[in-house]
């Protein structure tokens, strides 16, 4: 009998040890927080950072523009070392010796070659020119006694002008020019370009723009034919005739440029272009201001 309690008892202590050892030991509150938060409320997932969009290419940056290609309004102008000869000529249309000798005489003057003619407009002719204007050119260039009167360069030659304006043109040049004209709208722009062939002093010299006409056709006393060219109608020095001071730079082969523009609206634009005279200021007696070259557009 007591082996027999004493055999129950061990039986006992053995179970109670299996059952023990199945047991797992609680985890720590820690570790229980730690595991609900894993396991019962899932964090969501970091989304993946987006695909970062390609990068459009870039476009080619324009070239820039080759200035060596592209010209300018006195990349084509090119000064010679040529002199011209001017021919200033006053007249009005009720003149009889104007249309009798002084439009031919004009005429033979420009046609020497390498001569600009000018046609100065008086009253009471329907195309004078502005009053100041005419005083300019009066007081430095006066009348012959009235009109017709011809300048050839410094020289009143009226009749002979176009003799003289061969002499002009054989002269030493010591400032070239070259111009060209284009008209867009009712704006006529004259590109100037003029080169020194000699040393000047530099401040002597004034440059000037006069707008011509051709084709006007009026009456004229003295001759049957109603038609006047070379008709001046503006300076782009307004009220002065010999323009405004050319340059800084008298060395040899200094260049200077100018653009002058003139509203053409209230003329027949096609029959339009430039002169561009240079005087020198200087010496005595008259005209104060001597003319040097000059150049025109017309063709």
Known sequence: MKKLFTFLMLLSVISFAVVSCDQIEPTSKENTENTGKENDQNEPNTPDEPDTPDTPDTPDEPNEP??????????????????????????YNTCYY???????????????????????????????????LYWSFHDDRPLNGGAPT???????????????????????????????????????????????????????YYIVAYLLEDDL?????????????FVLRRASSGAVYYGEQLMTDGSVDAEFTKTFSFDVSQYNKDNCYAAVVIYKKGGSGLPEYKFENCFWTRK
């Open 217 to 229: 056709h009026y009456s004229q006393y003295g001759s049957s034919s109603n038609l006047h060219n």
């Open 98 to 132: 104007c249309g009798q000798w002084g439009h031919s005489a004009l005429e033979s003057a420009v046609n020497v070659g390498n001569t600009v003619g000018v046609a100065i407009k008086i009253s009471p002719d329907p195309e004078a020119i502005p009053t100041q």
């Open 66 to 91: 080759d200035t060596q290609d592209e010209e300018g309004p006195y990349d084509n102008l090119s000064p010679q070392n040529q002199s011209w000869a001017l021919c200033l000529y006053y007249t």
């Open 150 to 204: 011809l300048y050839a360069g410094d020289l009143c030659k009226d009749n002979s002008a176009a003799s003289y304006c061969r002499q002009l043109v054989n002269r030493t040049c010591s400032i070239g020019i070259d111009a060209q004209q284009e008209i867009e709208g009712n704006t006529l722009s004259l590109h100037v370009k003029t080169k020194n062939f000699t040393n000047i002093n530099a401040s002597d």
